[in-house]
C-alpha cells in the first residue's frame, strides 16, 4: 500500500485506564471486527489477561479508516511489562496517551510518556472515561496540558465504554500523525518486536517492515542469529492472522517462518532476503532483570519439559532472562530474571497452564555485586552465590529513581513509608493548576520495592497512589543470608537475603506465615529463621492428635498412661524420621507475605 496512507500508532496509559476497551471500540468502528463476533478485551488473547483484568502481551491489529492502513499496537500498563511498551514505542511513529478522567495522569503515564518522546514519537493525549459520574474531564485535560505543554484543544475527550470520541480520534490518527519512514525500492529490512511458537507452523515472527518489502516463498535470513529460512506465510492481524501474500515498506504483520529451532529467531533482530547486503537496524536496548528466583520442576525427571517450557516462553516473553541453576535440595532448574513480583506471578501461571508443569519457585532476591577480598567481583542472583563472610570485603545492591504520585493529603504517609523502608526523599512537584496531586520523587534500594512497597503505598493513600521506578546505581549494603529450617532440615527454596538490622522482624513474619500455611501432621513440626548458626525467630505447629480415650470403656488409670505413653513414642519416632512436603501455595504466602 502506499506509505502516505499509512499510520502506524501504540495505545500506552498507566494500568486499568481503558487501553483495551478503546481497542475493542476502534476494532467496532472500523468494522474490523463484526459485531457478532465481539467481546470485551478481544485483543487480549491469554485466558491470565480476561481473568486479571490486565493487558500482559503487546497485540497489534490492522483497521482500515476512511481510506487509510491503520496499524494499532495495544500495549500493557503494568510497570514490569514496561519493556513490551518500548519494543511496540520502537515499531511505530505516533502514541495516543490515555488517561483515565477519574484517576488523572498517574505514574506509570509519565513513564510511558518519557519512553515515547525517547522515541520521538508525536503524542496524541485523550481524556477517557468522560461519562463516569466521578469524571473531571477539564482537570485531566489541564494535567495533560501541563505535562505535555500543548494547547487545551489538543486534548481529545472518549469513552472507551460507549464509543464517544472515537471517531475522532481514529480521524486525529490520520491528521497529526506521520506516514512512515522508509524506501519501498531498497532491499527488505524488518524489525522483529514480537514472537511466539506455534505448534504447527513453528516460530511466529510479529515484524515492522522498514525498507524493501516481503513477499510468501522469498528465502529470508535472520542477521543476528545467521539463521536462513523461507517465508511460509505472511500477512497481517486483523486482529486474527490474514494471510496477504506481501508486507510492504511502513506495514506491520507476521512471519511464518517454519523455524523448530526457538534460538533461530530473537526479537530486535533485522530481517532481510538471504542474499541481501544491508546494514542491520539498531535492535533494543538490553533489558535489565529487575528480580531473581530460582524456578525448578517438583519432579527431578520434568527437568526437559521445564527448559523446553522455558524456551517457549522466552519467545513470547523477550524481557524474560535464565541460566540452568544446581541446587542440592532441589535438583537442576532454572534462575530467572524478571521485571518485578507481577512478572514472576505471571510466568509461574503461564508455565503451569500452557505446560502443565508443578513447580517450586524459591524466594525472590535482587542482584547484589559482592566484592571480595582478594579484589574479584561476583554478582551474587541468589542467596546461595554468596560467598562466606570471610571472603567478602562489601557488597552492593541496587538503588532505583522512584516516581510516587499522590493526593496532596496523602503526602505525609507517602514520605513515612519511604523513610521506613530506607529511601532518600528528593523533591516534591505539584501536577496541574489545582494543585490537588503530587509527584514525589526518591532514590529507593531496589529489594525495599519488590517485596510489599506497593501494597503498602496503596494502604497509606487508600488506594489512590500509582508508582514508577527505573534502575539508578549500585550502592553499599549490610546483607546476610537467611536460612529457613522445617522440621529441623533448611529449605532452600526459602532461604533470602535480609538487612543484618531488619533480620529478626523478617525472619518473625515468614516463620508466622509458615505456621498459618503449612498443614499440620501427626508430628510436631518445628519452624526456625536462622542466620549462620543462631536462630532468631521460631515457632511450632502442633501434631494431630488422636482420641486413645475413645474406645476405652473404664479400667485403671495405669493403662491410660501406658496408651498415651506409647502414643507419645510413636510420636517421638514420626518426628525423627518425618518429612514435610511443602505444598506451592506456601512458597506463594511466603513471596507474598
Excluded at 541446587?327 to 501461571?349: D, K, N, P, Y
Excluded at 519457585?361 to 560467598?387: C, F, N
Amino acid at each position: 500500500m502506499d506509505q502516505s496512507k499509512i499510520r502506524n500508532f501504540v495505545i500506552t496509559a498507566h494500568i486499568d485506564h481503558g487501553k483495551s476497551t478503546i481497542s475493542d471500540r476502534f476494532l467496532e468502528v472500523t468494522g474490523t471486527v463484526a459485531h457478532r463476533e465481539m467481546k470485551s478485551q478481544i485483543l487480549d488473547n491469554m485466558d491470565l489477561e480476561r481473568e486479571r483484568g490486565i493487558t500482559i502481551k503487546l497485540a497489534p491489529a490492522l483497521m482500515n479508516w476512511k481510506g487509510y492502513e491503520l496499524n494499532l499496537i495495544d500495549t500493557p500498563g503494568h510497570v514490569d511489562f514496561t519493556y513490551e511498551v518500548s519494543r511496540s514505542l520502537s515499531s511505530v511513529e505516533g502514541a495516543i496517551l490515555l488517561v483515565d478522567a477519574t484517576q488523572g495522569v498517574q505514574a506509570q503515564t509519565i513513564a510511558n510518556l518519557y519512553l515515547a518522546i525517547e522515541q520521538n514519537l508525536k503524542i496524541i493525549p485523550v481524556v477517557n472515561k468522560i461519562d463516569l459520574p466521578a469524571a473531571e474531564p477539564e482537570e485531566t485535560r489541564d494535567e495533560l496540558v501541563k505535562l505535555l505543554g500543548c494547547a487545551p484543544e489538543d486534548v481529545l475527550f472518549a469513552s472507551g465504554k460507549s464509543g464517544i470520541g472515537v471517531p475522532a480520534i481514529l480521524d486525529a490518527v490520520i491528521e497529526r500523525l506521520p506516514q512512515p519512514k522508509g524506501d519501498p525500492a531498497k532491499p527488505l529490512r524488518a524489525l522483529i518486536f514480537d514472537s511466539f511458537y506455534d505448534d504447527y507452523k513453528g516460530v511466529v515472527a510479529y515484524i515492522r517492515v522498514i525498507d524493501g518489502s516481503l513477499k510468501i516463498k522469498n528465502k529470508v535470513r535472520f542477521m543476528a542469529t545467521k539463521v536462513h529460512a523461507e517465508a511460509l506465510e505472511v500477512g497481517v492481524m486483523q486482529p486474527r492472522m490474514k494471510e496477504t501474500g506481501a508486507l510492504s515498506a511502513g506495514e506491520i504483520g507476521y512471519l511464518v517462518t517454519g523455524l523448530k529451532d526457538i534460538s533461530g529467531c530473537r526479537v530486535g533482530d533485522t530481517v532481510t532476503l538471504a542474499d541481501a547486503d544491508v546494514e542491520m537496524l539498531p535492535g533494543y536496548r538490553e533489558v535489565k532483570p529487575m528480580v531473581y528466583a530460582g524456578i525448578f520442576a517438583k519432579e527431578g525427571s520434568s527437568y526437559e519439559h521445564l527448559r523446553e517450557a522455558m524456551l517457549k516462553l522466552k519467545l513470547s516473553d523477550a524481557s524474560l532472562m535464565f541460566e540452568p541453576e544446581r541446587s542440592t535440595a532441589l535438583g537442576f532448574g532454572f534462575r530467572v530474571g524478571m521485571l518485578g513480583l507481577l512478572h514472576l506471578e505471571i510466568v509461574q501461571e503461564r508455565l503451569r497452564r500452557e505446560h502443565n508443569l508443578d513447580l517450586i519457585v524459591t524466594a525472590p532476591s535482587v542482584a547484589y555485586h559482592v566484592i571480595k577480598t582478594d579484589g574479584t567481583e561476583i554478582v551474587a542472583k541468589s542467596p546461595q552465590d554468596l560467598p562466606d563472610y570471610s571472603q567478602m570485603e562489601s557488597i552492593k545492591e541496587p538503588w532505583v529513581k522512584l516516581s510516587v504520585i499522590c493526593r496532596e493529603e496523602d503526602i505525609g504517609g507517602v514520605l513515612g513509608l519511604i523513610a521506613d523502608k530506607r529511601g532518600l526523599y528528593k523533591n516534591t512537584e505539584y501536577l496541574g493548576e489545582g494543585q490537588k496531586r503530587v509527584i514525589v520523587s526518591a532514590e529507593f534500594p531496589l529489594s525495599a520495592i519488590v517485596i510489599d512497597f506497593y501494597d503498602k503505598l496503596k494502604s497509606v493513600s487508600s488506594g489512590y497512589a500509582s508508582m514508577s521506578y527505573e534502575f539508578y546505581d549500585y550502592r553499599p549494603a549490610d546483607v546476610v543470608r537467611m536460612n529457613i529450617l522445617v522440621a529441623e532440615e533448611p529449605v532452600e527454596a526459602l532461604a533470602t537475603l535480609v538487612y543484618r538490622d531488619e533480620a529478626q522482624r523478617v525472619g518473625r513474619s515468614i516463620v508466622e506465615t509458615l505456621k498459618e500455611s503449612i498443614p499440620r501432621h501427626m508430628f510436631e513440626v518445628k519452624i526456625q529463621a536462622a542466620i549462620g548458626g543462631k536462630v532468631i525467630a521460631s515457632d511450632r505447629i502442633p501434631a494431630m492428635r488422636k482420641d486413645m480415650m475413645a474406645k476405652m470403656s473404664g479400667g485403671d488409670v495405669t493403662r491410660k498412661m501406658k496408651l498415651l505413653s506409647k502414643q507419645k513414642e510413636g510420636k517421638k519416632r514420626m518426628k525423627a524420621a518425618g518429612h514435610v512436603d511443602l505444598p506451592p501455595e506456601t512458597y506463594l504466602a511466603v513471596l507474598k507475605r
